[in-house]
Every structure is written in C-alpha cells, then in structure tokens.
C-alpha cells in the first residue's frame, strides 16, 4: 500500500503486510522520499465491513508515530 499527499500525489507511506483473517499486520516506512524524516516501524490494522462497497481498515497498534487512523 502506498500512501501520498491528498493534494500533491507525493508519496508519504508505504506499507508492507500480510492478511491473517480480518488483521492485518506489517511493516511501514514513512516518508521516504525526505531523507530528513524518514520514520520506520510495525503497523496492524484491522479490516472491518457492512458490505462489499463499505470497507474500513484501522489502526489497532503500532511502534512509531504512524499519521492514519483508518483507511475507507
């Protein structure tokens, strides 16, 4: 998953992970391309739905300062 800036594009996460059940969990690097702040660590997240057009994932835990809450 790669994360960008709503209004330029850049890109400011990325997100490596493996799907167990309705969790997710992985490893992110944020900001990669300022070599000023680059900020790594784990991520799990949680997927939750009421259908197939309404799909959320969340933040559940993490070992940095990760910027999300949750994905829709």
Do not use: C, H, R, W
């Not at 009421?50 to 994905?71: A, G, R």
């Amino acid at each position: 998953m790669i994360g960008t800036d709503k209004t330029t594009f850049n890109i400011k996460n990325i997100f490596k992970g493996t799907i167990y059940g309705n969790n997710i969990k992985g490893q992110s690097i944020a900001s990669p391309m300022n070599l000023t702040t680059i900020d790594n660590g784990s991520l799990n997240m949680a997927i939750s739905f009421s259908s197939i057009e309404n799909v959320s994932i969340n933040k559940v835990s993490t070992n940095y300062d990760f910027p999300l809450n949750q994905l829709k």
